[in-house]
């Protein structure tokens, strides 16, 4: 387990290393250092907020600028907005996947997957 950024403590003979430990565990407060304003990162900001863990976030981007026009939220990340209290906000204004284009990186179509149950937008 890494000590970085701890303060050294001056000890006696008498003081042992579980005592200096413990010292040290408690005087900590955890701080998070979160690279990176994405998704990920910014919920990782919301969450810490919620159990009081100070953070600072870091982006290497100077302004904010669409990426895209549509972003996609697997099953798997919809627990985490729920736990937010988002997960009913999301979904009003959220559309279920129509179809979805499968590119290699010389954007070389490689094939579709469609759905015949999506809502139209």
Request: aromatic content about 6%; overall charge negative; hydrophobic content about 40%.
């Amino acid at each position: 387990m890494s000590r970085q950024g701890a303060t050294s403590i001056h000890t006696t003979t008498t003081t042992t290393q579980d005592q200096l430990d413990q010292d040290q565990n408690e005087n900590l407060d955890p701080f998070v250092l979160i690279v990176g304003a994405g998704l990920g990162g910014l919920l990782l900001a919301a969450l810490l907020e919620r159990i009081n863990i100070s953070y600072h976030i870091y982006e290497r981007a100077t302004e904010w600028r669409a990426y895209g026009a549509a972003m996609t939220l697997g099953a798997n990340v919809l627990p985490i907005f729920e736990q937010l209290g988002l997960l009913e906000e999301i979904e009003q204004i959220s559309l279920q996947l129509g179809g979805l284009d499968l590119y290699n990186r010389d954007m070389l179509k490689m094939g579709s997957v469609g759905r015949t149950d999506a809502k139209e937008a």
